[in-house]
């Protein structure tokens, strides 16, 4: 809402986290308020990043809307498997070997405020998507909770070694089944973002997903507060207690 305040022409690039799954930065779709709102454009690794391509949309949606939102993952590569964030700088390394991706939508600004010279800005949520409890679904707290009580029952079984895993039900209802998994079996894998899902020129996401994902966010919640700051339960490690 705030990008289309202005009488001239933006762009605004928000940088997500996924690496190289694209389901977070798809999840942007839903921000939707109408058909053909914003975000206009939407950037998952899956697919190769094409930089003149990328020029292109950009034009189009300038001329189209005049103030334009692109959501692009933070792993997004070009078609050389070269990551954006490597076009300015070596970046590091973490201990698991992975890259520590940042930068993209920096990367990004840039060229847009050079290509074209509009008022361009970016927006890297990190962890701020992660840890917003207060916008927390019905559906995820419970999903949460139930996921909890079965790793809490599993460890009394005398289990180890395992991770819990959530299976959807295969039907109309929306429904989670909830099992152990040898977690050598799940550590470091990636389950990629299918790539039917991916509509337009590789810029858009279709129903189907908009379709399979709503029931994740559905249910709210009251937003809990204490002393205008948000009521977070947490762990007291000097008396072990929950406050």
Same mark, same amino acid.
């Given at each position: 809402?705030?990008?289309?305040?202005?009488?001239?022409?933006?762009?605004?690039?928000?940088?997500?986290?996924?690496?190289?799954? +694209?389901? =977070?930065?798809?999840?942007?779709?839903?921000?939707?308020?109408?058909?053909?709102? *914003?975000?206009?454009?939407?950037?998952?690794?899956?697919?190769?990043?094409?930089?003149?391509?990328?020029?292109?949309?950009?034009?189009?949606?300038?001329?189209?809307?005049?103030?334009?939102?692109?959501?692009?993952?933070?792993?997004?590569?070009?078609? *050389? *498997?070269?990551?954006?964030?490597?076009?300015?700088?070596?970046?590091?390394?973490?201990?698991?070997?992975?890259?520590?991706? /940042?930068?993209? +939508?920096?990367?990004?600004? *840039?060229?847009?405020? $050079?290509?074209?010279?509009?008022? /361009?800005?970016?927006?890297?949520?990190?962890?701020?998507?992660?840890?917003?409890?207060?916008?927390?679904?019905? /559906?995820?707290?419970?999903?949460?909770? $139930?996921?909890?009580?079965?790793?809490?029952? $599993?460890?009394?079984?005398?289990?180890?070694?395992?991770?819990?895993?959530?299976?959807?039900?295969?039907?109309?209802?929306?429904?989670?089944?909830?099992?152990?998994?040898?977690?050598?079996?799940?550590?470091?894998?990636?389950?990629?973002?299918? =790539?039917?899902?991916?509509?337009?020129? +590789?810029?858009?996401?279709?129903?189907?997903?908009?379709?399979?994902?709503?029931? =994740?966010?559905? +249910?709210? =919640?009251?937003?809990?507060?204490?002393?205008?700051?948000?009521?977070?339960?947490?762990?007291?490690?000097?008396?072990?207690?929950?406050?």
């Amino acid at each position: 809402m705030d990008s289309q305040v202005y009488n001239t022409s933006s762009v605004t690039i928000v940088e997500i986290m996924g690496r190289n799954a +694209g389901w =977070l930065t798809a999840s942007s779709v839903l921000a939707r308020l109408y058909p053909g709102a *914003n975000p206009a454009l939407i950037y998952l690794p899956e697919v190769s990043f094409s930089v003149d391509r990328f020029f292109k949309d950009i034009q189009e949606e300038i001329e189209k809307r005049g103030n334009v939102v692109v959501c692009v993952s933070e792993g997004v590569r070009d078609e *050389n *498997n070269v990551l954006l964030c490597e076009y300015a700088q070596q970046i590091a390394v973490d201990t698991f070997g992975h890259k520590n991706l /940042t930068g993209c +939508g920096k990367q990004l600004e *840039n060229m847009v405020r $050079a290509k074209f010279g509009v008022k /361009t800005r970016s927006v890297e949520l990190n962890v701020t998507q992660r840890c917003l409890a207060s916008l927390v679904s019905e /559906t995820d707290l419970g999903e949460a909770v $139930a996921a909890g009580v079965h790793g809490v029952n $599993a460890a009394l079984q005398g289990k180890s070694g395992q991770m819990i895993a959530c299976r959807r039900a295969e039907q109309d209802v929306y429904q989670l089944g909830y099992e152990c998994v040898d977690v050598n079996l799940v550590c470091n894998q990636e389950k990629a973002f299918p =790539l039917e899902w991916i509509t337009g020129r +590789g810029n858009d996401i279709g129903e189907a997903f908009i379709d399979y994902a709503l029931p =994740l966010i559905a +249910g709210e =919640l009251p937003r809990l507060m204490r002393d205008g700051l948000p009521a977070y339960c947490c762990l007291d490690t000097k008396t072990m207690r929950l406050r």
